[in-house]
């Protein structure tokens, strides 16, 4: 039986980062032997929010692109494909703009944070609508699967709802269009070790899945601790602090050990760091070592991204070809 197919992507905004590898890429990792998995390079997407910075994009597509191949994202079983290089996508989003009222866009709640964070108060069509272009970036590809946060559920219906009325409208008998599934991502968010929620580029507290030992290790060497231990002496609250927390997550194997510790005052903030960097950088070694490679071959990595994106194209413009017919735009 046919492998089921996946869509995933990033945006190349930047690096990618330790909250990236836990929200989304070790799933991919996993999930690249059971699936057929295409990831996209979501540049158009970036550009919603980026318009203005086209270079940090282009440089972000290479970086993004080895980021995922240093993961150990196979590039014999997974496919990259490169948004904007695909017409497909841009040809569907304009049809499927007729099937979205402006008002749900507007409604959605993701829009509307996404919206106040980044300080819009008079947003262009092109944000406002990117939910529209992402419901073709997953069904020209007939994605059966789309791995999300939980962010991402509006715009998973969104998909859906332009999909159902497709299919209902133009194509009852035969529908075109594949009904995509959400895969809610377990993981929760990685929280900064600076105490913020949320690690993001843009909060300057992310470790780059690219960072250097040294640069980990002095990262983590500036975490916020249990402001309430100020001598060794003193007992610590693991509970309170986000370096144990960042131990549960990537240092499993020694993280009850770390807590009784902490809290008999055995081990100090300083010690425990050591460790959570050492930990850290285990993880990192072999993403090192595979990115020290696509460095060097940049070449390969370009040529991935090109057959991606031509096999992409192959499926794209079958689907615009079926949904021009079952729209009565084909002669
Ligand atoms: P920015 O600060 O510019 O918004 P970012 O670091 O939040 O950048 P994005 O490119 O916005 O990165 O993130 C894309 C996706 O990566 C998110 O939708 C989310 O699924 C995942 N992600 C980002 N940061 C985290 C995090 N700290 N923990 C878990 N998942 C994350
Ligand atoms: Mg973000």
């Not at 492998?3 to 070790?26: A, E, F, M, N």
């Not at 998909?159 to 194509?171: P, W």
């Amino acid at each position: 039986m046919a492998q089921k197919r996946i869509l995933t992507g990033d945006r190349p905004t930047g690096k990618l980062h330790l909250g990236h590898y836990v929200g989304s890429l070790q799933n991919r990792v996993k999930l690249q032997d059971q699936y057929d998995t295409f990831i996209l390079i979501a540049d158009i997407q970036a550009l919603t929010t980026h318009f203005e910075h086209p270079e940090l994009i282009k440089q972000s597509i290479y970086e993004v692109a080895i980021d995922n191949l240093a993961v150990g994202l196979d590039p014999n079983k997974v496919k990259w494909v490169w948004q904007s290089h695909v017409p497909a996508i841009a040809e569907l989003t304009i049809f499927y703009s007729m099937l979205v009222s402006v008002n749900s866009l507007r409604h959605n709640p993701t829009i509307k944070t996404e919206a106040a964070n980044y300080g819009y108060d008079d947003m262009t069509y092109g944000f406002l609508g990117y939910p529209v272009s992402q419901s073709a970036d997953i069904t020209f590809l007939n994605a059966d699967l789309v791995p999300v946060g939980e962010d991402q559920l509006p715009h998973m219906e969104v998909t859906r709802k332009i999909v159902r009325r497709f299919n209902e409208m133009y194509a009852p008998d035969n529908p075109v269009l594949v009904e995509p599934k959400t895969m809610l991502s377990t993981c929760s968010r990685l929280m900064g070790l600076d105490g913020n929620a949320k690690m993001g580029k843009s909060l300057g507290n992310a470790i780059y899945l690219s960072d250097s030992a040294e640069t980990v290790a002095s990262k983590v060497k500036s975490a916020i601790t249990d402001p309430s231990r100020i001598s060794l002496k003193d007992p610590g609250h693991p509970d309170i602090c986000v370096v144990n927390k960042y131990h549960q997550i990537f240092n499993t194997a020694e993280h009850a050990n770390v807590c009784e510790m902490c809290k008999n005052a055995q081990i100090g903030c300083v010690a425990c760091k050591k460790n959570l960097a050492a930990a850290l950088n285990n993880l990192l070694d072999p993403i090192r070592e595979r990115r020290a490679y696509y460095e060097n071959h940049r070449n390969e990595v370009k040529e991935i991204i090109e057959s991606g994106t031509a096999l992409a194209n192959q499926i794209g413009n079958e689907t615009v070809r079926k949904v021009k017919d079952a729209m009565h735009l084909s002669l």
